[in-house]
């Protein structure tokens, strides 16, 4: 592991359940000018346990996507990748052997707009893995996303009855960013390029970005704000991303970003707000090198953190399809990248209007 010796971080799988009962959270931050590598946090904000598992999934697997009126995108996967599963049934999180990631997070507003039979289907459950297995980075990704090739159908998340409402966040070696929301039924508004590099929940990124101006270091005069909502945190981590020390090595990379990632997650507490007694807490947090194809995760349910390189696992074609159960370890410590095992693919979700 390239300058690395003992130590890891932490990669994240994030989306919410969006409804009135639930505090909704989640973030992304991307480090792309810090001299050792591209990496991207992720905090995982979710009010229950999501049964996140690892998996590496291999090039070659035909793939369908999974509409239920029968017209579903059709492809083969170009790229091997690691994934992190919500709830066993969907890709929420996960970087391809080109380095391309990808994060996807709750957006309430969200609007899939109404089906087009022309357009083959794509389940939301499979967006993230569509993305992974087609595409080297994130201008090509947003190439396709803007030839409207597929039409993304939602799906419930698993116990909730809740539509899942979702946006994306991409990026790659090279250090691009996209955030892509899906608004206004289903047009695609993509924010295109380096400078975009956090991402939270509502409101929709254009009025984060109006708001972000209100605060000192981004032209305005209120000081740096300290809630967890979903608009202070974007502040927090857009102000505290601008103002990183330069890393020496890979090692205080990825400890950079996880300092952020920290200062804007959610503890594992209760709510005292009546309205909203089930919090979001942060579960799970994630950091992608996308430099290195280094993937890492951290449990806040436990203060080991684990890790996978891409490079040391067989993503060539006709090779098996690769779990790592993460449920009933929490004992796992450092490279675990030879700990997966042969599986059965993972089930995704069907998606349908």
């Known amino acids: 592991m390239r300058r690395f010796g003992y130590w890891g971080a932490a990669i994240a799988l994030a989306a919410t359940v969006g409804s009135t009962d639930m505090s909704l959270a989640c973030s992304r931050v991307l480090w792309n000018d810090n001299g050792q590598a591209v990496v991207v946090g992720r905090n995982m904000d979710w009010p229950e346990d999501t049964r996140t598992d690892l998996w590496a999934f291999p090039r070659g697997i035909a793939r369908s996507g999974l509409s239920a009126d029968g017209n579903s995108a059709t492809w083969t996967s170009k790229y091997g990748s690691v994934v992190a599963s919500a709830f066993g049934v969907a890709t929420s999180d996960g970087m391809n052997e080109k380095g391309l990631v990808v994060n996807l997070l709750w957006l309430t507003e969200a609007d899939y707009g109404e089906r087009d039979p022309k357009v083959p289907g794509l389940s939301l459950s499979l967006w993230g893995q569509y993305l992974l297995d087609n595409f080297a980075s994130v201008g090509e990704a947003v190439a396709a996303i803007e030839r409207r090739e597929v039409q993304i159908l939602p799906m419930h998340v698993p116990g909730s009855g809740e539509a899942a409402t979702i946006h994306i966040a991409l990026a790659d070696a090279t250090g691009d960013s996209a955030i892509v929301e899906l608004v206004d039924g289903g047009e695609a508004r993509i924010h295109h390029g380096r400078q975009y590099t956090v991402m939270t929940n509502s409101p929709p990124f254009p009025e984060q970005l109006a708001n972000l101006k209100k605060y000192q270091g981004f032209g305005g005069t209120e000081p ?121 693919p993972l089930p995704f979700l069907k998606g349908e209007f």
């Not at 950079?256 to 919090?279: C, F, K, W, Y």
């Not at 953190?305 to 090779?319: F, N, Q, R, T, Y």
């Open 224 to 344: 740096l704000p300290g809630s967890t909502d979903q608009a202070d945190r974007f502040v927090r981590a857009s102000f505290y991303i601008e103002h990183m020390l330069p890393p020496r090595d890979l090692r205080e990379t990825v400890a950079g970003v996880l300092s952020i990632m920290r200062n804007v997650a959610q503890p594992l507490t209760t709510s005292d707000d009546p309205a909203h007694p089930e919090t979001s807490n942060t579960v799970w947090r994630t950091v992608a090198d996308a430099t290195d194809r280094i993937y890492f995760f951290e449990s806040t349910h436990s203060p080991n953190i684990v890790w996978v390189s891409l490079d040391k696992l067989d993503l060539a074609p006709g090779a098996p399809t690769l779990k790592l159960g993460l449920a009933g370890n929490p004992d796992l410590v450092g490279d675990v990248s030879g700990a997966f095992k042969p599986s059965e």
